[in-house]
Structures are given as C-alpha cells and as structure tokens.
C-alpha cells in the first residue's frame, strides 16, 4: 500500500483504539442491539484496513470512498442534531405534554407551556411549569390558545334590565381565570365608552355595573365588552347585554292599562243594558 494509506491507517488507530489496549479480548464497549454510529464506522474501516487479504489488497481509491462516506454520515448526524435542536428551540410557547417516570416507575402525564429550552452537555431540555425535561419525554403539542382556553377569563351569558326608576346595580357572573393565566382586572365599555372604575365593583366572581354608569344611556339594547388583563388580552363581547328602562320593561305596565280598559267597556256596555 502506498505511504499515503500507511498514514491515514495509523491516524486512524491512534483515534479509533487506544495504542497501550493488549487485551484483544476486551468487550466493546457498545451495547448490543445499539445504533450504529460513526465511532462504529470508524472502528469497522480500520479493522477491514488492518485485515485485509495482502495477496488482494484492497485499492487505495476503495478506502478513500469508504472515508468519504464516514464524512458524509458525520455530517449527516451533525445536520440532524442542528435540526433536532432547531425544532426544539421552535417549542417555546407552547402547549406540551410530557411523560414522567417516577422512582416506583409509575408514569405521569405533566401539562404546561414550554416557558424555554435549553442543551446540557448536549442533552436538549425543555422548562416546563418551572421544571426541565428532557426532550425525548415530549408526547404531544398542541397550539397554545387552544390548549390553554379553559384557563382564561370567561363570563355568563347575561341578559339584564336596569330600570332608572329602580335604579339596582346590574350583576354580571365572571370567572378571572386560573394560574398564570388570570386576570387581575376587567375594563367594561358600554355604547362604546369605558365605564369608569368607580361604577365597577368585583367580588367572589360577580362583577356589579353600579347605576351611575348606566343613568345617562337612553332606554334601549345595549351590547357590554369586557375586556380582561389577563397574558392573553381576552376579550367578551357577545354575552352580555343590558336592556334599559325607565319603568321596569314596560309589559307589566301595558297588560294592567289593556285589563283596565277591557274592564270598563263592560261596564259601561252592564250598565246600558
């Protein structure tokens, strides 16, 4: 074989085995069954090197392709660690489902958002209800809004009467949220203006509209936005309207004035007879 080969057998012995090793009988140190990689690679090529048949030596042009195609698995490894960490990086934000093995070697599901990911000693691992885990325990992803909707702001379909002769606070059911997706506050925007903080009061989930910011609307159907705080910026704006009134709704009113007239046309009509 040319110098040229000599050299590159005896650089790959020098990476691949370590020269003081006498015990040809040592166990490789890969576990059976296992991927082949390119430390494998590597090892094979050296040992068909160092056994080949010297009355049909292989050709200096067969190793240089069988080295070529070590590059180009390298590389290929290197591109899909690139992409695998890439597709992790792409988590943040969202909504993951990650399987945990405990000690007793039960198994649970922990729910969260991906809060950030991050490589440790070329392990990818992803922050998830500020703990990390490992991203070969991911099961599923799912979009974030989705996922995450029974945790945000809600409110209660609503259909209120405010009456200006009464004038009685109108009483909406709201739900803030839960955990880090809870709002701290709600802003309330009727005909198109917020209502101001002083005519709102909030307390164990009821969200009280207090007369004062209801007295100048004219009666009629109002459509009321709450809009909620919360990481989410949610917005409510077709569960709640409020009719207004200046005598109650105007059906009790009417129905005693039509009984009344009922009542004294038969009278006069007894009396004519």
């Given at each position: 074989?040319?110098?040229?080969?000599?050299?590159?057998?005896?650089?790959?012995?020098e990476?691949?085995?370590?020269?003081?090793?006498?015990?040809?009988?040592?166990?490789?140190?890969?576990?059976?069954?296992?991927d082949?990689?390119?430390?494998?690679?590597?090892?094979?090529?050296?040992?068909?090197?160092?056994?080949?048949?010297?009355?049909?030596?292989?050709?200096?042009?067969?190793?240089?392709?069988?080295?070529?195609?070590?590059?180009?698995?390298?590389?290929?490894?290197?591109?899909?660690?690139?992409?695998?960490?890439?597709?992790?990086?792409?988590?943040?934000?969202?909504?993951?489902?990650?399987?945990?093995?405990?000690?007793?070697?039960?198994?649970?599901?922990?729910?969260?958002?991906?809060?950030?990911?991050?490589?440790?000693?070329?392990?990818?691992?992803?922050?998830?209800?500020?703990?990390?885990?490992?991203?070969?325990?991911?099961?599923?992803?799912?979009?974030?809004?989705?996922?995450?909707?029974?945790?945000?702001?809600?409110?209660?379909?609503?259909?209120?009467?405010?009456?200006?002769?009464?004038?009685?606070?109108v009483?909406?059911e709201?739900?803030?949220?839960?955990?880090?997706?809870?709002?701290?506050?709600?802003?309330?925007?009727?005909?198109?203006?917020?209502?101001?903080?002083?005519?709102?009061?909030?307390?164990?989930?009821?969200?009280?509209?207090?007369?004062?910011?209801?007295?100048?609307?004219?009666?009629?159907?109002?459509q009321?936005?709450?809009?909620?705080?919360?990481?989410?910026?949610?917005?409510v704006?077709?569960?709640?309207t409020i009719?207004?009134?200046?005598?109650?709704?105007?059906?009790?009113?009417?129905?005693?004035?039509?009984?009344?007239?009922?009542?004294?046309?038969s009278?006069?009509?007894?009396?004519?007879q």
């Amino acid at each position: 074989m040319g110098t040229a080969l000599d050299g590159i057998l005896t650089k790959l012995d020098e990476i691949t085995f370590n020269p003081d090793r006498t015990n040809t009988a040592e166990k490789p140190s890969r576990t059976p069954g296992g991927d082949l990689g390119k430390d494998e690679f590597l090892q094979l090529l050296v040992c068909q090197m160092k056994n080949q048949d010297p009355l049909e030596p292989e050709k200096d042009t067969d190793f240089i392709a069988q080295l070529a195609q070590f590059s180009a698995l390298e590389q290929m490894q290197n591109l899909n660690e690139t992409v695998m960490n890439s597709q992790a990086f792409s988590l943040v934000g969202k909504y993951v489902l990650v399987n945990t093995t405990g000690s007793d070697g039960k198994v649970s599901e922990v729910k969260g958002v991906v809060d950030y990911v991050t490589l440790k000693n070329g392990e990818t691992y992803m922050s998830v209800n500020g703990q990390l885990y490992s991203i070969d325990q991911l099961v599923e992803v799912r979009d974030s809004f989705y996922a995450v909707q029974e945790f945000l702001p809600t409110a209660k379909k609503t259909e209120a009467v405010y009456d200006k002769s009464d004038k009685k606070p109108v009483v909406v059911e709201i739900d803030l949220g839960k955990g880090s997706y809870a709002a701290n506050s709600v802003a309330v925007v009727i005909n198109g203006e917020y209502v101001k903080s002083e005519y709102l009061k909030y307390e164990d989930g009821k969200l009280s509209i207090l007369p004062g910011a209801l007295d100048e609307l004219e009666p009629g159907d109002y459509q009321v936005g709450l809009y909620f705080d919360d990481p989410y910026n949610t917005s409510v704006t077709d569960k709640v309207t409020i009719k207004v009134t200046e005598n109650g709704t105007g059906d009790d009113s009417d129905s005693e004035g039509e009984g009344e007239n009922e009542g004294e046309g038969s009278g006069e009509g007894d009396s004519s007879q």
